[in-house]
């Protein structure tokens, strides 16, 4: 193993970190809420140590990275960048127990948007908007963006985006793997800045409509109000950011195809794209209908369920309504929503549309095969053969994904504190990176409740989720640290 390139690059994550956390100290010397002190110590501890670790030479065999490499600096960096991100939650002392800071820094770069936040008044705006910017930095990933920003600083960078991107493959937009980080980025940058623009419109302040924005981006769903978007009560606020939850669910790369030239067709072209606007619409009727005993008319109920799909669907987990006082039926669409999650190649948490595709098309094909043994058709996905390891291997993921969510909930429930549809929802939104849960850990509730060890293990479920569940494990192997 090259344990010296390893460093480096982990060096390299926490000079980005250092770096993503000045603006959220520009904004505690503008809003004078006495948390400059906080978030400058944190870049003074942070930078340095990323400094050092990114100056240690190279080895005589250069820089040359394995494919089980890109998975421990990707799981290696997460978890350093979550320990270094709770200082300034703890030095503020608004989160001084390191558990819940590194709950919450964790909850933030994974874009879950689980809280141990009880108070909202008085959190102090730096550190408030230091939350929010875990979530955008966390969206595209850190390891795309320290590409992005230093694409020399390793060979063979494919390795690190495969780690850390969402979906059963990696789609190069150009054959240069740090020219499609930046590719990415300035997408990325695109949207957000529309979004903040549609947000500004809608009369939001430039703080708000930043704080929003990020965690929209980000898909997380961090908000400075206790009562989330419904602190707005604006239904203009609540389409411009359900639309954008719904875009930042869709494959980056449909919008890179749509720019140079591909247009609309980018999208109806796409199997996995016409899934998820199919699965998007229809749940949002069914919720609407099963939800008319609970509003006055469909359209406030249709308001509410579409925010709450596109919230939900995009694991982004904010929230206008307490649909814990739903019908039982709009909990089992939700949890449905929870395990699907949206695209391959987006910001999204989940199962993802792809797999779900895939899984469906092999069960059919199972089925049919019990009729005739003799034929065995082809799975297509846009009309092109997918190889069997690959359909193997969504299916491992799949079974993994459940059994990972069953064994979490179970290890919380060791605390005894709540009932099972806490714990099993608390376990699935954390590993489906959503947020809020149903029960105790609802949309209208937080996760303080939970002691230090089940907070640490919703910590590493949340991290399991976003990095796709084999950097982790492959993290926690005997063989990932022996020498070569």
Same mark, same amino acid.
């Given at each position: ?88 939650? #703890? ?74 991107? +969402? ?190 595709? #895939? ?8 089925? #049919? ?6 034929? #065995? ?11 069997? +390891? ?45 947020? +809020? ?48």
């Amino acid at each position: 193993m090259n344990r010296r390139l390893i460093i480096r690059v982990l060096g390299a994550i926490l000079l980005v970190e250092a770096a993503a956390m000045l603006p959220a100290t520009l904004v505690s010397i503008l809003y004078g809420d006495g948390d400059f002190s906080a978030m400058a110590v944190s870049v003074l501890i942070v930078a340095p140590i990323g400094l050092c670790m990114l100056l240690i030479p190279e080895t005589r065999s250069g820089d040359h990275l394995r494919l089980k490499e890109g998975f421990i600096i990707t799981a290696l960096g997460w978890l350093l960048m979550s320990v270094c991100g709770a200082i300034p939650f #703890m030095l503020s002392g608004q989160l001084p127990r390191f558990e819940e800071a590194f709950f919450e820094a964790v909850s933030g770069f994974t874009t879950t948007g689980a809280t141990c936040v009880t108070r909202f008044e008085g959190f102090p705006r730096g550190v408030m908007f230091w939350r929010a910017t875990t979530h955008w930095v966390g969206g595209m990933g850190v390891l795309v963006l320290t590409l992005a920003l230093l694409p020399k600083l390793t060979g063979r960078t494919a390795h690190l985006v495969k780690a850390e991107s +969402p979906g059963p493959s990696l789609s190069k937009l150009v054959p240069q793997t740090g020219k499609t980080a930046k590719i990415l980025y300035q997408i990325y940058i695109l949207l957000t800045l529309s979004e903040f623009v549609a947000l500004m419109i809608c009369g939001l302040s430039p703080y708000d409509a930043a704080v929003h924005t990020m965690a929209t981006a980000g898909t997380g769903g961090f908000s400075c109000y206790g009562a989330s978007i419904a602190a707005f009560n604006s239904v203009w606020v609540e389409m411009v950011i359900s639309v954008f939850m719904f875009m930042f669910g869709v494959n980056f790369a449909l919008y890179y195809r749509f720019l140079i030239g591909e247009r609309f067709r980018a999208f109806y072209k796409d199997e996995e794209f016409r899934w998820y606007f199919t699965i998007v619409i229809g749940l949002i009727l069914l919720i609407s209908l099963f939800n008319l005993s609970f509003y006055e008319n469909f359209l406030t109920s249709l308001r509410y369920g579409i925010f709450q799909v596109c919230s939900i669907m995009s694991t982004t987990g904010f929230v206008t309504a307490d649909f814990n006082q739903w019908p039982v039926v709009s909990h089992i669409l939700i949890i449905i929503a929870m395990l699907i999650g949206s695209c391959a190649g987006s910001t999204a948490g989940g199962i993802k549309v792809i797999r779900i595709n #895939m899984i469906a098309k092999m069960s059919r094909r199972n089925i #049919m095969a019990t009729g005739q043994p003799k034929k #065995m058709d082809v799975i297509r996905i846009d009309g092109k053969a997918v190889e069997e +390891p690959i359909l193997m291997q969504v299916a491992q993921f799949a079974l993994m994904y459940i059994a990972l969510v069953l064994l979490g909930s179970f290890l919380v429930s060791l605390e005894g504190k709540f009932d099972a549809i806490t714990n099993l929802s608390a376990a699935l939104t954390c590993v489906s990176n959503v947020g +809020p849960g149903l029960g105790a850990v609802g949309p209208v509730e937080n996760f303080a409740g939970y002691g230090i060890s089940s907070k640490v293990v919703l910590s590493f479920l949340m991290l399991f989720g976003r990095l796709e569940l084999l950097p982790m494990f492959i993290l926690f192997t005997r063989s990932a640290w022996k020498k070569y």
